[in-house]
């Protein structure tokens, strides 16, 4: 069985920090987590990170979790849009 975490989005003090991430992922990844997800949140007042560039920084500093929202939206490229 696969298991996926999420990617914390929520920041405080309007601060994001690099290395705190980069070792969320690691760590992830040494308890056997494959992939790493995130959600749009519209709606939302409180201060989030962006999913696309949340996934994208994640997938640079921790390249052996698979991502499924990169790709899904590979697929979708690849696949899909070229018949629309």
């Not at 914390?8 to 056997?32: C, H, K, V």
């Amino acid at each position: 069985m696969r298991f996926a975490i999420s990617l914390p989005q929520m920041i405080s003090n309007n601060t994001f920090d690099p290395g705190w991430l980069r070792d969320y992922l690691s760590t992830a990844e040494s308890l056997g987590f494959v992939s790493a997800w995130t959600q749009e949140a519209v709606l939302s007042s409180a201060p989030l990170l962006s999913p696309i560039e949340l996934m994208t920084f994640a997938a640079l500093i921790q390249l052996h979790l698979l991502f499924d929202e990169v790709r899904q939206m590979d697929l979708l490229a690849t696949h899909v849009l070229p018949f629309v």
